[in-house]
């Protein structure tokens, strides 16, 4: 057999006759091969290598597979449905877009299943001339996964229903063919979080030649070509390349998908859930897609990834409204006429209407445990409180899931979060930040009390209060355990709040993203006088930095028409960027850029103060997208509180 590579063909007697098929046995395996695959850890790994290798066959053609007696269970991408989708330019994105492009016949060997060239009367690989015209196509689907990956992102190219190519991501690089250095550019994926995707698929290529391994494509095969072009045609998939090298609009699948969802910022514009705490703080789910792969029911459809769009939506737009309505309180009281406006020299005058939680007399009333009066005496239940509570409040999506904590046996705590404001409660008599209670189906609700003096006084985040009592509430639902809160607490919060860390790793990129996406936004500001910014704000270095940062990466000579356009704003060094909006604050403010205003506000002073609210902002994320070394703590304590309120301040 080591001759020749051959291998004897014995028939066997059937014990039933519905039996079929064949058995290939290898014996005599050597020790360093055999000893590992006895293993329960290696047999539950190659269980997970043959149901993705094979996922099609197991799950659509009805095949099965086992390994040592046990099923092979088919996996299956976490994708969106067809039914969902966004829109670009008016034209709907579902996400998930269906392939099936015919190519025309073509002769196969029914011996050896070669696929030939065009003329042949003979099969090229074993001679043969048993050959029939069959039809070729190129089929499946590409689509948009539920959650980033850095791994399980990219196409799965399929042959007779065998993957032989998963995940992969060389049909995201770009080759120019004008391009002398031929490495080409990878087009996706460019957001933050670095290297991680969603774009998948499965695609079909039963025609195409696979190597002699079968772990690859030939790609030198023109049928490959082919078929990669009509996945994402042969221009580049960025629009604003393609625009610039003359390429015709790429209306492909592969370049739809890229338009409709190449970003990952939350909401239903881009199908991606966030936390609700920030405009573009993402919602981590990877754990939701493990339970999916899981089998666990109520994660097979894309229900609950939409209800946490919905929920974040909901919580930006309340924390919006919080927010105008602070602004509105504030600017009534500068108001210098308001004491000859107001009765009782600018007192508050009751008109009746009391906060929820207080009495007649503005003493307030527990709504805690107790469930004591409500407003204008109302006698509420502790149901009746909650139910006000969620009508009223704003949710923290961020904080909704199940907790659990090493080393404390009980159940999880499935959790729902809101924070509430005019609605103070009381706990044991005492007024508290944070009220937890039983809810429906086993489940908790917490409310946080956004008025407690607290968080005036101290710095605290709201979720950090909760996640306090939810690590209290789990020690106290366990028995005999030596878990301490602050190893409880500290573990809740690398799991559910890891959006909070000061991690350079993470807020580096997501300055740069948010400066990158700021300037390329410049550019509409400025059409009046594209120049003005060049000549004003920027001094000669800038200038020099500036043009070869256009020459690298536009590949042009032709620096002036760049500049007359107002496109070099894309390309200045970010800490250029604060400058430039305080040499022309009426471009960029009053909404054209960002929401605060500027032209309407009388008082030069103010005007200053407008202008340095965006500017310190700004001037904190440039230093941040420099990619500071070995930054200071504080620092970037800053940076990150910078990162989070300025996109409050851009217009959508």
Known sequence: MAADFKAPVIRAPKASPDEHGTRVEIGRLRQKIAEPLTRPISQTNLRKQFGGIYSYLLADEGFGLTVNGIAVQPWRHCVWSPERSVTRDGDRIPAIIEINEPLGERAVCNLCGTWQFEGNTECEQCGARNLERRERRVSGWLGIARELDTKEFGIDFLRNGR?????????????????????????YPVEVPANAGRIVGEIHLDHVRVTYTKNSFDTADPAWHAATKILRSEGPLRPRKARELEY???NSPLAQLYRGYRRNVPGKDYLMPGTGAEKRARRETSDWVKKFHEGVAEFQSDAMWWEAIEEHEAAVEARKREKDARAQAGREDDDPTREFRDPAGGADVDDGQQPPGADVDGDQQPAGEAGGDDAGGEDLTEAQIVERLIAAGRPLPELNGEYSAAGVGTRPMRLRAYASRDFPFEVN???????TTGAEGGSFVAFVDLDHPHFRVFDDDPEDVILMEVAQ??????????????AVYTELKDRHLSAHAIDPGRLIPEAGELMHDIQERMVACVQDNPERPWMAALVDAERHVTRERIVEVLKTADVDSVIYSGEYLKYVPPSVVPRLIEEWPEAFLDGHLFTVPYAGVSEPGAQRQMVASITGYLSDIAWLAANPVDPPRERMIRARLSLKLLPDDVTD
């Open 163 to 187: 993957k032989i190519l998963r995940f992969d991501k060389d049909i995201f690089r770009w080759e120019d063919p004008d391009e002398p250095s031929g490495t080409g550019e990878i087009e």
């Open 473 to 486: 509430n789990l020690l106290l639902r366990a028995r005999g355990t030596t878990a301490t809160i602050g």
């Open 248 to 250: 015709p609009t790429n």
């Open 429 to 435: 008599g005492r007024r508290a930040p944070v009220w």
